[in-house]
């Protein structure tokens, strides 16, 4: 619509009589194109967040899978010691939230390798000490691919804000222009309807 009025000579005269002269018409053109790269950024990081949170999916559930198998593991060789298995928290629920499950698998891998004895008896069940720090360097990595999601999705908030803003500009843009268009253009109908059938 903007291209259009800049284009054609009898739109851009008529509406500068009524104060959209060229300079109001390229302003229109930039809020435009503003609202164009607002989309793009948004959409980038839609797609980054998209990504990250398939990423997350995936290494939570194969950490999951390993974590339930050293606990299970964990419960029938301790199964005899309360001491342990309570500095393990091998009884009760996992947690639900996310960042309390990673805590609690955190947990229970770093108390592992702090102490030989315990390593010593896992062994026995075929878990060995680089066993565990795998499934503590899963953790971590789950960790950083959480913060990373929630890093992504605030700015995806953001950028969804700002395009809000710069669309809203633009709306009220286009909303005087063709107001002032209808009137301007009110003895060449022809040219208001082609105009409004812009893109």
Not at 90 to 110: C, H, K, M, S, Y
Request: aromatic share 6%; with cysteine.
């Amino acid at each position: 619509m903007v291209r259009a009025s800049l284009s054609n000579s009898a739109i851009s005269a008529a509406t500068a009589k009524f104060g959209f002269n060229e300079a109001r018409l390229k302003k229109g053109e930039k809020l435009l194109a503003a609202v164009s790269e607002a989309s793009e950024k948004q959409e980038d990081v839609i797609q980054q967040k998209v990504m990250a949170h398939r990423q997350r999916k995936k290494l939570h559930a194969a950490l999951r899978k390993s974590y339930m198998k050293h606990l299970q593991i964990a419960r029938i060789a301790f199964d005899k010691d309360a001491i342990s298995s309570k500095a393990l928290q091998l009884t009760g629920p996992r947690a639900v939230n996310l960042d309390a499950w990673i805590d609690q698998v955190a947990l229970f891998a770093n108390r592992l390798l702090a102490k030989e004895e315990w390593l010593a008896k896992l062994s026995e069940f075929g878990i060995s000490k680089e066993d565990i720090q795998c499934l503590i360097k899963d953790t971590e990595e789950l960790k950083m691919v959480s913060l990373n999601c929630e890093r992504l999705k605030t700015q995806s908030k953001k950028e969804t804000s700002l395009k809000k803003v710069k669309l809203k500009e633009l709306q009220r843009w286009v909303s005087d222009y063709l107001k002032i268009a209808k009137i301007a253009l009110e003895e060449q109908p022809g040219l208001y309807s082609e105009l409004v059938q812009q893109d």
